[in-house]
């Protein structure tokens, strides 16, 4: 009587989509009006869903350029501050690193265990 053992892997992927996933995805397919007629209907028979206002009402986009320049300069001279403390970080850790690469975890120094 001989006993044989076997051992066998099988891998499998599946796409499992959430009931709310399905209603995203049928909602990106619709044409923007049926979209729209869609949501309109969805806002009525759900009594929790209400409409954001402050995103239904655009504003002109010459204004926003225009009101956006100075913004920008201020946003991006922020932006080069930033990255310059993030440059400054970057170059203190990697000082303390390289003074620390011989320490473990507790502090204990490795160049004299060897």
């Known amino acids: 009587m001989a006993f044989e053992q076997h051992l066998r892997q099988i891998q499998t992927q599946k796409l499992i989509l ?3 996933m399905r209603l995203y995805l049928r909602l990106l397919e619709l044409p923007l009006l ?3 007629t869609a949501l309109e209907q969805a806002l009525e028979e759900n009594p929790t869903l209400e409409e ?5 009402e655009e504003e002109p986009r010459e204004a926003e ?4 320049a100075p913004d920008r300069e201020s946003s991006e001279l922020e932006f080069k ?3 310059d403390d993030l440059e400054r970080l970057d170059d203190t850790f ?3 690193f390289y003074e620390n690469e011989n320490l473990d ?3 204990t120094d490795l160049s004299e265990a060897v």
């Open 94 to 96: 990697k000082e303390s």
């Open 52 to 56: 954001d206002k402050n995103t239904a």
């Open 34 to 36: 049926e979209m729209k």
């Open 81 to 83: 501050e930033k990255f």
């Open 18 to 20: 959430s009931p709310e």
């Open 65 to 68: 350029e225009t009101a956006e």
């Open 105 to 107: 975890a507790a502090g």
